[in-house]
């Protein structure tokens, strides 16, 4: 606004008769003092920890409740070292708290005691708090002993609960109904029991990831009745089979980097509505994928089988994904029809398996009629795979053992976009020029690390090199 100050700007005077509404709704026992701040907003999660970098590892993006954005000023009724404000945040985080503090105001809505020191909550510690909506006790020594089955009991708004990072065994019980997302990742949980999570009905997200949880921990009927259950992370535990009585609502299912095996008929048998099943990184052999495991995921779009120890791509696959990962498997074949019928696949990955080009007969791809890229990296290929489908925009074989580009390598994929034949075995007079001519929207074609014409060795060096940093990456992205 020219010339005029805050105060006299139209805008600058709502704000204020805004404020002084406020003021006049608030409960007249409370001594506001000065406060009288236009609260900024972009406070987020409050309170949430930032992981130190070990604990990085794999972080998934925590699905976030953003309830109302307060920022904590002084107010009376605030415990020591704690701040408060009028809004109902009080921030005791991380000053090193041994003893759970006392003197919370009634009305607290958001409570940071995240990054303590704290063994226990006293027994009737939030009892007067039914105005809790969100509370934060990550990183603290929480063990199982130092709660009790009442001890969220009474929180009867509490939406949010963070106990992440503490030294809880198992999922404690009597949370409250009204929780809708609950970490508990990051703890030493080895058992999820019959009835501690059945009565929370209004759950959607549950991120049990990183704890020391067997198939055998999680009760059959642990997540009965969880309609509203859909976000389920049990990445980085020790489950050697799917569990049983998975959330029949459940659309997104992290349960990567465990140690299962196989998939029986039965596992996925009635999760319907699963969207995105993510099991890379387990130890999944072909002849231990039942063919008639996925029948029922008629609404899969993800599914990642990367990292496990598959050497066909097993028959049976889901027919409607958009995107399949199997990276970093042993596959040496396609079974045949592996991927018939998937009009919808938009995105393969087949990079860093043993696949060689007979392996890959022109029929493979038939179906593929969405399929716009292609990623058959870091395999064995001597040729460029011929019948790929027209839809194709990208392709990517870097790191094989490709020789030639012959003239009518790309008849079939006029919408190529980007070729990557970087590190292969091209030679000077093997590539026919006239076989991009065709390819109206090429924009990348990356064929450097061929042609070894005399500077062989460092060649060589350079696609040792390479290949490392890449494997390096990918370890970093899996972790
Ligand atoms: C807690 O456990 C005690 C003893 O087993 C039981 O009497 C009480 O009803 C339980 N409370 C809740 C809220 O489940
Ligand atoms: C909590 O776990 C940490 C690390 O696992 C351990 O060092 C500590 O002794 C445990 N504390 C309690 C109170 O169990
Ligand atoms: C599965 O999880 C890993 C690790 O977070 C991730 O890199 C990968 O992209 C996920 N797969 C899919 C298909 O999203």
New binding site residues.
Partial sequence: CQGGSDSASPAGTMAQSRALLLLLLLPPQLNLGPVLAVRAPGFGRSGAHSPSPEENEFVEEDPVLVLSPDEPGPAADCPRDCACSQEGVVDCGGIDLREFPGGLPEHTSHLSLQNNKL?KIPPGAFSELSNLRELYLQNN?L?DAGLDNETFWKLSSLEYLDLSS??LSRVPAGLPRSLVLLHLEKN?IRSVDADVLTPIRSLEYLLLHSNQLRAQGIHPLAFQGLKRLHTVHLYNNALERVPSGLPRRVRTLMILHNQITGIGREDFATTYFLEELNLSYNRITSPQVHRDAFRKLRLLRSLDLSGNRLHTLPPGLPRNVHVLKVKRNELVALARGALAGMAQLRELYLTGNRLRSRALGPRAWADLAHLQLLDIAGNQLTEIPEGLPESLEYLYLQNNKISAVPAHAFDSTPNLKGIFLRFNKLAVGSVVESAFRRLKHLQVLDIEGNFEFGGVSKDRGRLEEEEEEEEEEEEEETR
């Fill in positions: 063994e020594y063990t503490n030294n030493v």
